[in-house]
């Protein structure tokens, strides 16, 4: 009677006391993408962590997790909650493919290619996998089978319209890089009409890159302007601007832009190299000499390895 | 008459038609050279094996036909040349269009993990001398006239062991004159610090990859100066050349300020490129960054394999032309002699785009055409196991570009022939006019692969000239002379005597000119190392003229 009374209250007091939690931790873990998605990255993380706190076993608080943490920028926490993810859940895609994800934006290159590339082995109807390969290949500069791969990645089907605009930036950039300068000219010319990417400055800088690079230096500086306008602190849109402006001889803007350039990013090597020439094609020698001693210390610290 | 005009009008249509002039055939098996370049790789990923494939043209026999030495790698990790398919070798022309394998005669077989090669009289008996570059080991062949070669490493004290550093690892060598002593001086690029043993390991382990440069440390370049006795002494420290820690591939050699004196270009790979300004009194200074020359337009380091340093635009400058890696784009550099001295004009020439998607190894601004414009010719090929992640072979076929008289070179390469377009791992190009057409022709190696010779059947009636120097007061080859010859038109074309061209490798010394339609130089002007001035009238075109100095 003790026991049946015991297992009674047992039965009654558990489905009360597990009901409001269940509901609970998914209001919780709602509330705490909800804010992640609005950009309250500190509360965010704040619900997320009281959630894991309370139900540690609880993966999908994890994957939240570590997405905002993608969201806020910050690929290295992602990369130890997803790791963490990953082994709890073993070979679950979702999971492999938000890790994969942070080692790209940590570009950890071969750890990245090599889960992507496993995952792919597994279902090469991935797309988000290829697409993450793609922009893997494309920032290390890969740009042929960055092209591939993101080929790959596209679905005809997708609503996702702002992927697709990236995919297109992606593409055209790479073709810049592989020669095919015309289709790149046509896709570019297309997507400046598109209201994804009309702004976006990595864009339109190689767009300027390629205008420049066909001789077109008064269209690229429409191009780097518009950069610029979307970015107002995009210091490589300064250098590129004194560097065209170099090309054109207009030597005295080509200077203000690039030392503007530096003052965004004083340890940016690029604008000081162009210093170098212009100011001694204006025979402001003494600065040039300032600059070039500048790049010179630069390098030591940089380039020359390490002994081993 | 409307038939005429119906028939003539697609013609006006069409785009004009451009032919390429430049056209090559290989020939090296059947001029009787066979010679592959072994690297001796075993899946150890070596740096070492990526960087072989240096190649001389000289005449070491006098015989007014030009002979190949090619230079070859050796078992790893021993280092040792432990099997005759590791031996350089050297196939004398037989001036008939034929060469024969005179290597072991010759004593030319090597030791060690041979890189590049540089040839010259360095001590005035008239016979070319040759100079090896190498792993841990450089080497100094004494021409001694007799179809044979004596090693005096040793006594010439060019071992290429640094006091500091150790055993170097050098890729190429440049002959130059430094003080216009007439005594040939030498230059070695040493690349980084590297051990078989310490060999470090990059790539995950189910998928290794060669290490990028940034995981050796750098190394300074030597300077020896010729004593005139069959010694040289390292300068290095007190010339200022040893103050710049540098990755060295390519050496080229001319005196870009015009003030007579030979000044020295080093590609880096991945760093800043050098310019050492000869200043005289056997000082340089390092002045690539302030002459705009150190880094691509983008203030980007590049890396950079070969370079040839020669004028490009006939303007009576010596310009700069560098091979480097997929997606940098090789470098042009025109001599302006303002202020800076050299403008990029990669991407003004037409550059940038021909050549973003070529890596390149050996490199040589010539007249392929003999039109009076000076061409270039590219050795390609992308580093083996990056095929995956570039989406195309690492093999490819060379380039050659055309100068079309404008700024522009063009790519005619898929145009030059059928045999022009066969892929491979090419590496060192040394270039001279092997069957003396006057049309000048390319030895290029390849890793793991036959060496190409090939041939220039360009096609027209271009006249050329060409002229052998020999120096009484200036060193004997003449090396460090410029040359001007004046055409019947006014045109004026400018060159000068090097043997320092490409990538670890070293051309014919005859100073050439395509005249184009002219059938003589009105006017020939040399400027010797020695000051003198010598001063040429109404020499025919179509020979190899030799010329004293007075």
Redo the contacts between chains.
């Keep these: 009677m003790h026991i049946a009374t015991f297992a009674l209250v047992l039965w009654s007091l558990t489905p009360k006391a597990q009901a409001p939690a269940t509901m609970d931790r998914v209001e919780q873990l709602q509330i705490a993408d909800s804010q992640c998605r609005l950009k309250q990255f500190q509360e965010a993380e704040k619900t997320y962590k009281r959630l894991l706190a309370v139900f540690p076993e609880f993966t999908e608080a994890l994957a939240g997790l570590g997405r905002c943490y993608l969201t806020m920028g910050r690929a290295s926490d992602a990369a130890r909650v997803f790791s963490e993810e990953v082994r709890r859940t073993g070979e679950d895609r979702q999971a492999n493919r938000d890790l994969a994800h942070a080692l790209v934006d940590l570009n950890q290159f071969?750890?990245a290619e090599?889960l992507l590339k496993t995952l792919l082995a597994g279902d090469d109807r991935d797309k988000e996998s290829w697409y993450y390969l793609g922009v893997l290949?494309y920032q290390?500069?890969?740009?042929?089978?960055a092209?591939?791969d993101l080929e790959k990645s596209i679905d005809p089907f997708s609503t996702d319209a702002a992927r697709a605009t990236q995919v297109s930036i992606y593409r055209a950039v790479c073709w810049v890089?592989?020669?095919r300068?015309k289709e790149a000219e046509a896709l570019m010319t297309t997507l400046a009409k598109d209201p994804n990417a009309q702004k976006d400055p990595d864009l339109l800088l190689v767009f300027a890159q390629l205008l420049?690079?066909?001789?077109r230096p008064g269209m690229a500086l429409q191009r780097i302007d518009q950069a610029i306008l979307a970015r107002p602190d995009l210091a490589m849109g300064y250098?590129w601007r004194g560097?065209v402006l170099y090309?054109l001889g207009r030597l005295q803007e080509a200077a203000t832009a690039e030392e503007k350039a530096l003052q965004m990013i004083p340890e940016f090597?690029?604008?000081?190299?162009?210093l170098?020439?212009i100011y001694?094609?204006q025979?402001r020698?003494d600065k040039?000499?300032v600059q070039?001693e500048w790049?010179?210390a630069y390098?030591e610290h940089q380039?020359?390895?390490?002994?081993? | 008459m409307k038939l005429y005009r119906i028939f003539l009008l697609p013609l006006l249509l069409c785009p004009r038609f451009e032919r390429a002039q430049i056209q090559f055939e290989e020939i090296a098996e059947r001029s009787g050279i066979h010679f592959k370049l072994e690297n001796g790789a075993a899946g150890d990923f070596h740096q070492v094996e990526l960087m072989v494939g240096g190649v001389a043209t000289f005449d070491y026999n006098n015989d007014g036909c030009t002979d190949i030495f090619l230079t070859n790698g050796a078992a790893l990790p021993s280092l040792k040349k432990d099997s005759p398919k590791y031996y350089n070798r050297l196939f004398r022309n037989n001036c008939d269009g034929s060469f024969t394998d005179v290597t072991e005669k010759a004593g030319l077989a090597g030791e060690g993990y041979s890189m590049g090669a540089a040839a010259a009289d360095y001590d005035n008996d008239g016979f070319v001398d040759l100079f090896v570059t190498g792993v841990n080991r450089n080497f100094l062949y004494r021409n001694k006239g007799d179809g044979t070669f004596e090693d005096v490493t040793e006594t010439a004290g060019l071992t290429g062991v640094h006091p500091t550093y150790g055993k170097m690892w050098a890729i190429a060598a440049a002959w130059i004159d430094v003080d216009n002593d007439g005594l040939l001086d030498l230059f070695v690029t040493n690349y980084?610090?590297w051990d078989p043993l310490?060999e470090?390991t990059c790539?995950?382990r189910e998928?290794r990859f060669y290490c990028h440069?940034?995981?050796?440390?750098?190394r300074p370049n030597q300077l020896f100066r010729n004593n005139g006795n069959g010694t040289f002494t390292d300068i290095s420290e007190q010339s200022g050349i040893a103050k710049s820690?540098g990755k060295g591939m390519g050496v080229a050699v001319a005196d870009y300020d015009g003030d007579g004196r030979t000044d020295i270009f080093v590609a880096n790979d991945?760093?800043?490129n050098f310019l050492f300004h000869n200043l005289g009194g056997g000082k340089f200074e390092e002045v690539g960054?302030?002459a705009?020359i150190?880094?691509n337009?983008?203030?980007?380091?590049v890396a950079g394999m070969g370079v040839d340093f020669r004028d490009f635009d006939n303007d009576g400058r010596p310009d700069v032309a560098v091979t480097d890696m997929i997606?940098d784009s090789y470098l042009l550099f025109r001599n302006s002699g303002?202020?800076?001295f050299f403008d990029d004009v990669t991407?003004?020439f037409g550059f940038?785009?021909a050549t973003?998607?070529l890596t390149g190894w050996g490199i040589g601004i010539y007249d392929f055409d003999n039109d009076g414009l000076k061409d270039i010719f590219s050795a390609n090929a992308h580093f083996p196991g990056?095929q995956?992640?570039?989406?195309?072979p690492s093999a490819l076929p060379n380039s050659v570009f055309r100068n079309l008289g404008n700024g522009v070179f063009r790519n005619v390469s898929a145009g030059a022939g059928r045999d022009f377009q066969i892929p491979g791992q090419y590496r060192g190009a040394a270039f001279a006019d092997l069957d003396g057409d006057g049309r000048v022709d390319v030895v290029v190696t390849a890793l793991d692969g036959l060496a190409r010779i090939y041939r220039n059947i360009s096609p027209g009636k271009a006249h050329w000239l060409a002229f052998k120097l020999t120096g009484t007061k200036s060193n004997r080859d003449g090396i460090g002379a410029t040359v001007s010859v004046e055409l019947p038109n006014g045109k004026t074309l400018y060159n000068q005597v090097t043997t320092s061209v490409g990538y670890a490798s070293s051309s014919e010394l005859p100073v050439r000119f395509g005249l184009g339609a002219g059938t003589m130089a009105k006017r020939v002007r040399i400027r010797w190392p020695s000051g003198r001035i010598q001063v040429l009238a109404n020499i025919p075109a179509d020979q190899l003229f030799e010329v004293r100095e007075p």
């Design positions: 071969f750890p090599h290949m290390n500069g890969y740009f042929g089978s092209d591939a890089h592989l020669g300068t420049y690079e066909t001789n250098f560097k090309s090597p690029y604008p000081r190299s162009l170098v020439k001694q094609a025979g020698t040039a000499a070039a790049l010179h390098e380039n020359l390895g390490t002994p081993h | 980084v610090g310490t470090p790539g995950p998928h440069p940034s995981a050796y440390p750098g820690i991945s760093m800043r960054l302030m705009g150190a880094l337009e983008d203030g980007r380091p997606n303002g202020s800076p991407t003004a940038s785009v973003r998607r990056l995956e992640y570039l989406a195309v």
